[in-house]
């Protein structure tokens, strides 16, 4: 079956600065790839989704990259906010109902 | 409106008690899941309903009872649960159940003593 690996689990970095956490995933017919957003105490919030059609997709400073070569996709944040601070994480979709969750990554925003 | 809401936000309840959680989404959505999340972790998947037909039950103890009255509504009926059972437990939906956004409620944070 699909698996999802997330790296890193933990990643600070300067406010202002990039963030980058990126997920490997093993079946090559996932074909739908969503980004969550999870604060403290609430539920996940979806923030990006991608494709298997498309290699990269924006909006506004969050942007997802897939390389269907590789299986792997990446979630990229520019200028980032103390608002950006939660815990994200990455899922893939084998053509059913199931989402394969990755492990999370703890985004933590220094000001 | 992409919104999920699931009441109550907190549950404490003992483990003879009979409690429900309850799920509302007015998208139009025909999909509908029952997720439980322990701290840390990523949700697990218990539950999914499509078209309100229970699809899905992914091994979860009969303890956990799923009930969709109608397009719009999830309830969760918990019954003699353990205090390992304490959880947050969240609904989400989505137009049908694959390879589709799923939107996702606040979750009812759940604690068994």
């Not at chain 1, 924006?58 to 980032?80: C, G, M, P, W, Y």
Request: proline share 6%.
């Amino acid at each position: 079956g699909e698996n999802v690996e997330q790296h890193p689990s933990t990643l600070s970095v300067q406010e202002g600065d990039s963030a980058v956490i990126k997920c490997t995933y093993s079946d090559s017919a996932s074909n739908y790839f969503p980004w969550y957003k999870q604060e403290l105490g609430k539920g996940p919030q979806l923030i990006i989704d991608i494709r298997s059609n498309v290699g990269e997709k924006k909006d506004q400073r969050i942007a997802v990259t897939l390389n269907k070569t590789a299986k792997h996709f990446s979630l990229h944040i520019t200028e980032t906010q103390p608002e950006d601070s939660a815990v994200y994480f990455c899922a893939a979709t084998p053509g059913n109902y199931q989402l394969i969750w990755g492990a999370g990554t703890k985004l933590i925003i220094k000001p | 409106d992409t919104e999920v809401t699931q009441t109550p936000k907190h549950l404490v309840m003992g483990m003879t008690n009979k409690k429900s959680l309850k799920c509302e989404q007015h998208m139009g959505h025909r999909a509908m899941y029952w997720y439980k999340q322990k701290a840390k972790k990523p949700p697990e998947l218990m539950f999914v309903y499509s078209y309100e037909k229970l699809s899905i039950n992914e091994s979860v103890p009969s303890r956990f009872s799923p009930e969709c009255p109608n397009s719009s509504l999830l309830n969760l009926h918990l019954h003699a649960l353990q205090p390992e059972d304490s959880a947050l437990y969240l609904c989400a939906s989505s137009t049908r159940t694959e390879n589709t956004e799923a939107f996702f409620g606040q979750g009812t944070r759940l604690t068994v003593v």
